[in-house]
Antibody, heavy 122, light 108 residues
Framework: QVQLVQSGAEVKKPGSSVKVSCKSS????????IQWVRQAPGQGLEWMGG????????DYAQKFQGRVTITADESTSTAYMELRSLTSEDTAVYYC???????????????WGQGTLVTVSS | EIVLTQSPGTLSLSPGERATLSCRAS???????LAWYQQKRGQAPRLLIY???SRATGIPDRFSGSGSGTDFTLTISRLEPEDFAVYYC?????????FGPGTKVEVK
């Protein structure tokens, strides 16, 4: 069973950037896409984008295009999500999640990280 | 983009009762690529159902999914105390994959 462990909570100033990591263990990291989903306080789930490590291909939701970069390091089985130009609207819990479909670029999420709270405040 | 609408917003039921949750898509979901998740307060979502009707590993058989095209249903046959949570549907048949706004199942 794959386990995803994320980096700790962050507090950031408006206009700055945040980079959240997601380390995978217990499965084949390179063949399954890692996706990022965020959840604002009291709100629903919002897909941001993902990366398929074996091909190094990233996909992004249109809303975040140009502001987010999602990468994967196969040597450490770790995925990263960097979000730039932060505003208070980016305050949320950020989750990484593994796709359940081998070599897929979209699909259902069968393993989730514990979440990382990012707070944007001046 | 496919917009998912879930109803009701809140479902108030007692343990042992049957819960029926609806997820409706703004257009047909390709290959019935629809999933259901359960989220408890302070926890990450957990996959329950994928491909509209396949139960994920370790999910009790009181959870079942059905539907096709634009109308999907999650049924919990007999609510256990641990089933009171928020439930989300997600479609992954078209890009971008999208989530519904959720249905909260609360204790009556």
């Amino acid at each position: 069973q794959v386990q995803l462990v994320q980096s700790g909570a962050e507090v950031k100033k408006p206009g700055s950037s945040v980079k959240v990591s997601c380390k995978s263990s217990g499965g084949s990291f390179r063949n399954y896409a890692i996706q990022w989903v965020r959840q604002a306080p009291g709100q629903g789930l919002e897909w941001m984008g993902g990366v398929l490590p074996v091909f190094g291909l990233s996909d992004y939701a249109q809303k975040f295009q140009g502001r987010v970069t999602i990468t994967a390091d196969e040597s450490t089985s770790t995925a990263y999500m960097e979000l730039r130009s932060l505003t208070s609207e980016d305050t949320a819990v950020y989750y990484c999640a593994k796709l359940g479909v081998i070599a897929g670029r979209r699909g259902y999420f069968d393993s989730w990280g514990q979440g990382t709270l990012v707070t944007v405040s001046s | 983009e496919i917009v998912l609408t879930q109803s009701p917003g809140t479902l108030s039921l007692s343990p042992g009762e049957r819960a029926t949750l609806s997820c409706r898509a703004s257009q047909s979901v390709s290959s019935n690529f629809l999933a259901w998740y359960q989220q408890k307060r302070g926890q990450a979502p957990r996959l329950l159902i994928y491909d509209a009707s396949s139960r994920a590993t370790g999910i009790p058989d009181r959870f079942s999914g059905s539907g096709s095209g634009t109308d999907f249903t999650l049924t919990i046959s007999r609510l256990e105390p641990e089933d009171f949570a928020v439930y989300y549907c997600q479609q992954y048949g078209s890009s971008p994959q999208t989530f519904g706004p959720g249905t909260k199942v609360e204790v009556k």
